[in-house]
């Protein structure tokens, strides 16, 4: 229960002040914390991300790293997680087309993924 107020206590104090920061030429930073909590099997995660967005003509690249919270308390677990790296290309409005990857903390690449987002 105590890693749930933990977990709880921290979403709300980073999440709330949280978005991109605008660095100009479309270039920003972004930050994400998500506390999430599985009521079925009483667990709970804490995980921030950090990263750079250019932003190149239609294409939008970035490069995100991963962090899992919750191991600050616990030696058995590692803080930093990998890193994310995508290319969004925003055809429309309403759709993206985004091409994903990364690089686990065994600096070994992770599953490629082609997406298609339809907004409306």
């Known amino acids: 229960m105590r890693s749930i107020i933990l977990a709880l206590a ?3 104090a980073f999440v709330i002040p949280a978005h991109a920061i605008d660095l100009g030429n479309g270039i920003s930073l972004d930050n994400e914390v998500k506390a999430k909590y599985n009521v079925d099997t009483e ?3 804490l995980t ?5 967005t250019v932003g190149l003509w239609v294409l939008d690249m970035s490069v995100d ?7 600050i308390s616990d030696d058995s677990k590692d803080l930093y997680q990998g890193i ?3 290319v969004d290309w925003r055809l429309h409005d309403s759709l993206i087309i985004e091409l994903d990857t990364g690089i686990n903390t065994d600096w070994e690449r ?6 298609a ?3 409306f």
């Not at 921030?48 to 750079?52: K, L, N, Y």
């Not at 790293?65 to 191991?71: E, G, V």
Request: charged content about 15%; aromatic content about 4%; cysteine-free.
């Open 10 to 12: 921290v979403a709300i």
């Open 43 to 45: 667990t709970s995660d």
């Open 117 to 119: 987002t339809l907004s």
């Open 84 to 86: 994310d790296i995508g």
């Open 65 to 71: 790293a991963d962090f899992d919270l919750l191991s």
């Open 48 to 52: 921030a991300q950090t990263g750079v």
């Open 110 to 115: 992770e599953n490629i993924s082609l997406s």
